[in-house]
């Protein structure tokens, strides 16, 4: 009986998700407001396919990272928004993905929208691809501002004629103007660009202000990404999938 008990318990241990046994959580289930629109899970990125290790739409984070994001939205309720995550926990298995497709020089069919004026050549040496990503340690997360009630977001069609990220009349993204589409290559993209100004400075500052006093710092050059300063894996890059 004992052994038989062994069994079953081991067979559900190996079944449990990665990152329920590793101090990782769903964020849904922790803050379900917070709205979702995991790029990586679909064909509206950079790479223009979904990329390797996104099982499902989900945003995943490190139990600490998730408390603190929840107080953010707490903030965010009371003055009239909502967060919305693009990107949480990413396996390294879609970092290395990104790599084979930025040494990849014949796919350039998503430029147009995300980096027109940025030569692919350059995406190593100019800091927009990397071998390793903060986002798989689990406490660095994209996350914007979306006003309440939220406006409809059409879907993107894949193979639709594409617009620059940084365009006025760039993809018709729900959030408040932040100047630049997410993961726009572009310097204009760069949190405290002194060209940008009026309503979309001041969202930018909104932003990047709520997260800090939650305990998590920005990357000035991506207006979206923020990182737990507290991380609890500083040194360790996972690489489970993102999935249940």
Known sequence: ?????????????????????????????????????IRYFTAHNFVGTRIDGYRAPL??????????????????????????????????????????????????RMKPEFYPRVDK????????????????????????????????????VPGERLVDCAAPNRFPDNTVDMATGYDCFDTLSHTDDPRVTGQARENRQLLKAAMARAGFRNLPEEWWHFTLNDEPFPDTYFDFPVAR
Do not use: N
């Open 1 to 37: 009986m004992r052994a038989l008990l062994l069994s079953l318990f081991l067979t559900a241990s190996f079944a449990m998700p990665a990152h329920a046994t590793s101090g990782f959580v769903v964020l849904s289930d922790v803050v379900p407001t917070i709205r979702h629109d």
């Open 59 to 108: 945003c995943i984070l490190t139990r600490q990272a998730a408390k603190a994001l929840r107080t953010v939205q707490r903030a965010m309720l009371e003055q009239g928004y909502t967060l919305k995550v693009y990107d949480c926990y990413r396996p390294q298995r879609a970092v290395d993905h990104f790599v084979r497709w930025a040494r990849d020089l014949t796919d350039q």
């Open 121 to 156: 050549t350059r995406l190593f040496e100019d800091g927009y691809i990397a071998e390793k990503s903060g986002h798989s340690r689990g406490s660095t997360l994209d996350v914007t501002i979306v006003k309440l009630p939220p406006r409809w977001q059409r879907p993107y």
